[in-house]
């Protein structure tokens, strides 16, 4: 769990983005932006496309981050290494 939440908590502290203004540009309720950078729950595939489509709004640069770091993330078994 978390690759996705850890990537989207990454980008939104880097980039001065609220989780509130991300719900927002997305339509979605702020709960489940904090779910996801919390890691209390993963986003679903359909997800990850519109929080980078949400982050595209605010700015195309935490929007490419955000995918960089989603797909580029290492395995958890080997983050601790």
């Known amino acids: ?16 983005i609220t989780q509130n203004r991300l719900a927002v540009a997305m339509g ?4 489940n932006i904090h779910r996801w950078v919390f ?22 640069d935490a929007a490419e981050e955000f995918i960089q770091l989603y797909l580029n993330a290492p395995p958890e078994d080997q983050e601790q290494s």
């Open 39 to 60: 890691e209390i729950r993963d986003p679903v595939a359909e997800a990850v496309l519109e929080i980078r489509d949400g982050l595209k709004a605010i700015n195309p």
């Open 1 to 16: 769990m978390g690759r996705a939440g850890k990537a989207l908590k990454q980008v939104l502290e880097r980039y001065g």
């Open 28 to 31: 979605v309720g702020r709960s």
